[in-house]
């Protein structure tokens, strides 16, 4: 096998998106861009999308990663948002887009346009959140693009799937394709919740960090193939695990949390950067088969598309905003108000991605009984064309968008605030704590470092933080390992009350991430110097 033209766009994408981060200019949409100008440059190798390749392989890890990323108990307060786009909508979409596109569309017939609403439904997860969080939009709007994109795959799946049963002729029904939808849905839900219990309690056993960290680098696999052989949803069933391991992540050793970090920021990178360099390169491919169309025609069928997944979109986002929250005074009672511009901004952070191409290249060549699958080739097309749309149109404006609406950002100073008001509480307990042990004859130090211990935990109540000293040997047990399990005990304090303060939701997930980093660095430094390293 040749695994040149996989180095080349391994290193390619990452050396782009190394670049990008050097520019105002969003990442995807400059590895999306090089893609395409890369796809015509004589003796660069053809890159056709595998959907057997991307969907069992790349899909999982991507998906693993945001929701590791996300908030378990930020995505339950807005479940309702999240589960009005990313089911409600993407249905809406499947059968609206669907069906503007074989009114505008004169040689693409009901079933195949229905597979086309299906494909490109569901927006892309790491092109929306990415530019939302470096345009430094309000938590809220984030976590609820990060819900629906963490879903609305698995419903776009689904509803695929029905699609093109009636467009190959194998029979679909109302019915049929409802119940599809129940059990992929109710079935991926239930493997991830059936493994993650497991999967966490072996975690947690494991006390190699390398052993960890290789059973954290297979677990979205697994739970998508085990969900996959079933017949359920593999991206409910990531999704699922994910979330619970993220929301338990306090639990894993230290050293594992901080390799865990570096490992999954490199697959991420690494991955993201390779797919959106792969849809650029996808054009030479969609163009095959097109000769029968004009160019003009092309461009105004893909155009009219564009405009219906745009228009679509708004025409689902502002009535899920607005509505229940007319019809529900307990929605407006538990909910924040919001107005228009919310819902503009949700709208408009519609980007499609790989999946929605992934999905499409899927599309078998020929329909039952043999005869070839109605317009396959210009649902390619317009999909490729409405993937790219987005990310250059809906992409490039998104920050600018924002910056007119005037959004107010996130709360430096209140988040700074809550920040130094959960290390105080920790602190405070980690000193009664720190008291306790010293109290106790087997765990009697030098003064000196009894007063180190208690400056180490007075440091962090005033965010000084700073790497600790060679420590001596004493008598008995040696003053390393004593000053490191004392220090280990006065850390873990800390944490149980910083994970205490995330469950009454004093502060979320985000900020409990930054705390426990910072406690991990210092548990870390104290290891190696218990080791003499």
Do not use: C
Not at 310 to 327: G, K, Q
């Amino acid at each position: 096998m040749d695994v040149v033209p996989l180095l080349t766009l391994i290193a390619g994408s990452a050396a782009i998106a190394g670049a990008a981060r050097r520019t105002s200019v969003p990442g995807p949409l400059l590895l999306v861009a090089a893609g395409l100008v890369a796809s015509y440059v004589p003796g660069v190798p053809a890159y056709v999308l595998d959907p057997h390749v991307v969907l069992p392989l790349l899909l999982p890890p991507l998906l693993h990663t945001a929701a590791l990323d996300s908030s378990y108990l930020d995505l339950r307060a807005n479940a309702r948002s999240v589960a009005l786009l990313s089911v409600g909508y993407v249905l809406f979409a499947t059968l609206a887009v669907g069906w503007i596109a074989y009114l505008v569309v004169p040689d693409l017939p009901l079933t195949s346009a229905l597979v086309l609403g299906a494909v490109i439904a569901p927006p892309d997860a790491v092109a929306a959140t990415a530019i939302a969080r470096k345009a430094g939009l309000p938590s809220r709007i984030t976590t609820i693009l990060q819900g629906e994109s963490l879903v609305n795959d698995a419903t776009a799946i689904t509803a695929y799937k029905v699609a093109l049963a009636a467009a190959v002729g194998t029979g679909a029904t109302w019915g049929s394709g409802l119940r599809e939808f129940l059990v992929a849905a109710v079935g991926g839900v239930g493997v991830g919740v059936v493994l993650m219990v497991p999967l966490h309690w072996l975690r947690t056993r494991l006390t190699e960090p390398l052993l960890q960290n290789t059973l954290s680098l297979l677990i979205p696999f697994v739970a998508y193939a085990v969900a996959e052989q079933v017949e359920a949803s593999g991206v409910l069933a990531v999704v699922v695990v994910a979330l619970h391991l993220g929301h338990q992540l306090w639990q894993v050793d230290f050293a594992t949390r901080l390799q865990e970090r570096a490992v999954w920021a490199m697959v991420s990178f690494v991955l993201e950067s390779a797919v959106f360099a792969l849809i650029g390169l996808q054009l030479p491919v969609v163009l095959r088969g097109l000769d029968g169309y004009g160019a003009a025609e092309l461009l105004w069928y893909a155009l009219a598309v564009f405009l219906a997944v745009v228009v679509v979109r708004y025409l689902w986002v502002f009535p899920a905003t607005f509505v229940p929250r007319l019809l529900s005074a307990r929605i407006r009672r538990r909910e924040p108000d919001v107005n228009w511009t919310a819902p503009t901004i949700v709208g408009w952070a519609g980007m499609r991605g790989v999946v929605s191409l992934a999905i499409a290249f899927s599309i078998p060549t020929a329909a039952h009984g043999g005869d070839h699958f109605p317009a396959r080739d210009l649902v390619l097309l317009l999909t490729f064309s409405t993937v790219i749309a987005t990310l250059v149109v809906q992409g490039l404006t998104l920050p600018a968008l924002i910056r007119a609406l005037r959004l107010p950002g996130r709360d430096v100073q209140a988040e700074t605030l809550a920040e130094a008001q959960a290390q105080s509480a920790a602190s405070q307990a980690a000193e009664e704590r720190l008291a306790e042990l010293l109290a106790d004859e087997r765990n009697q130090l030098p003064q000196p470092l009894a007063d180190r211990l208690r400056t180490v935990v007075e440091r962090r109540r005033n965010a000084v933080w700073e790497r600790l000293g060679t420590v001596s040997e004493v008598t008995g047990e040696s003053a390393d390992e004593t000053y490191r399990r004392l220090a280990r005990e006065v850390i873990e304090t800390e944490r149980k009350v910083f994970v205490r303060l995330r469950d009454e939701r004093r502060i979320d997930d985000e900020m409990l991430r930054t705390l426990l980093r910072r406690l991990d660095l210092e548990e870390a430094a104290a290891y190696r110097e218990g080791e003499g390293e």
